[in-house]
T-cell receptor, first 111, second 115 residues
Framework: QKEVEQNSGPLSVPEGAIASLNCTYSDRGSQSFFWYRQYSGKSPELIMSIYSNGDKEDGRFTAQLNKASQYVSLLIRDSQPSDSATYLCAVNNQAGTALIFGKGTTLSVSS | GAGVSQSPSNKVTEKGKDVELRCDPISGHTALYWYRQSLGQGLEFLIYFQGNSAPDKSGLPSDRFSAERTGGSVSTLTIQRTQQEDSAVYLC?????????????FGQGTRLTVV
C-alpha cells in the first residue's frame, strides 16, 4: 500500500515569514504530486501540481520535487494569517486513477 | 455550474437505513471521484469514473457501498444498511482530463451522521 507521510504539526510561523511544508511518499514510481489547502470545516482546494524534479512557482507558493529522495515540499513566502489551514499532500495511486492523500500539516500564521 | 455540487449538505440517518448522496460535477469534466474523510483521518479514495470506461471501485470499503454515474455526468453514491462507522464527510471531485487529469476539484461535501 502506497503511503504519503506528513508531519501533522501544528507549524507556527509569524506573518511575513516563509512556511515550509514537507511530504514523503513510499512508491518510487509515483509520477503526479499535488498540494491542497483545507480550511476548517471546508473541502480541499487545489493549490499546485508538480510532475518533474525541481521547483515550480505560482505566486507566493513554490512546490519542490525530488524523486530520488521521494520528497515533495511546499514553500509559502510572505505568509499571511489567511494562509492558516491544513495542507494536504497527494500522490497518484498505483493504477494512476486517483490520489492518495497524506493526513495533512496544520499551519498557523500569527499576526 | 461553476463548481462541483453535492447534495444534501448534511444527512442524519438511522443505523440500518440506506442513503443516497448526489454529485453534479463541473460541466465538461470527464473524471469523477468519490472520497470520504473521517474525523482525524485523511482523505480515503472510494471510486473513480472516467468517461465510458469501467469505474475503478478498488476503494469501496464493503459491498454495502455502490456508485453509478449516469450519462457521464451526475453521480450517486449509495450506502446500504448504514453503520455508525460510515459516519464521515463524503466528498465528490471532478477533473478535466489531459495531463492534469488527477488535478481534482472538490465539492463542499455531504456530512453523513449515522445514529
Amino acid at each position: 500500500q502506497k503511503e504519503v507521510e506528513q508531519n501533522s504539526g501544528p507549524l507556527s510561523v509569524p506573518e511575513g515569514a516563509i512556511a515550509s511544508l514537507n511530504c514523503t511518499y513510499s512508491d518510487r514510481g509515483s509520477q503526479s504530486f499535488f498540494w491542497y489547502r483545507q480550511y476548517s470545516g471546508k473541502s480541499p482546494e487545489l493549490i499546485m501540481s508538480i510532475y518533474s524534479n525541481g521547483d515550480k512557482e505560482d505566486g507566493r507558493f513554490t512546490a519542490q520535487l525530488n524523486k530520488a529522495s521521494q520528497y515533495v515540499s511546499l514553500l509559502i513566502r510572505d505568509s499571511q494569517p489567511s494562509d492558516s489551514a491544513t495542507y494536504l499532500c497527494a500522490v497518484n495511486n498505483q493504477a494512476g486513477t486517483a490520489l492518495i492523500f497524506g493526513k495533512g500539516t496544520t499551519l498557523s500564521v500569527s499576526s | 455550474g461553476a463548481g462541483v455540487s453535492q447534495s444534501p449538505s448534511n444527512k442524519v440517518t438511522e443505523k440500518g437505513k440506506d442513503v443516497e448522496l448526489r454529485c453534479d460535477p463541473i460541466s465538461g469534466h470527464t473524471a469523477l471521484y468519490w472520497y470520504r474523510q473521517s474525523l482525524g483521518q485523511g482523505l480515503e479514495f472510494l471510486i473513480y469514473f472516467q468517461g465510458n470506461s469501467a469505474p475503478d471501485k478498488s476503494g469501496l470499503p464493503s459491498d454495502r457501498f455502490s456508485a453509478e454515474r449516469t450519462g457521464g455526468s451526475v453521480s450517486t453514491l449509495t450506502i446500504q444498511r448504514t453503520q455508525q462507522e460510515d459516519s464521515a464527510v463524503y466528498l465528490c471531485a471532478s477533473s478535466l482530463g489531459g495531463q492534469d487529469f488527477l488535478a481534482a476539484f472538490f465539492g463542499q461535501g455531504t456530512r453523513l451522521t449515522v445514529v
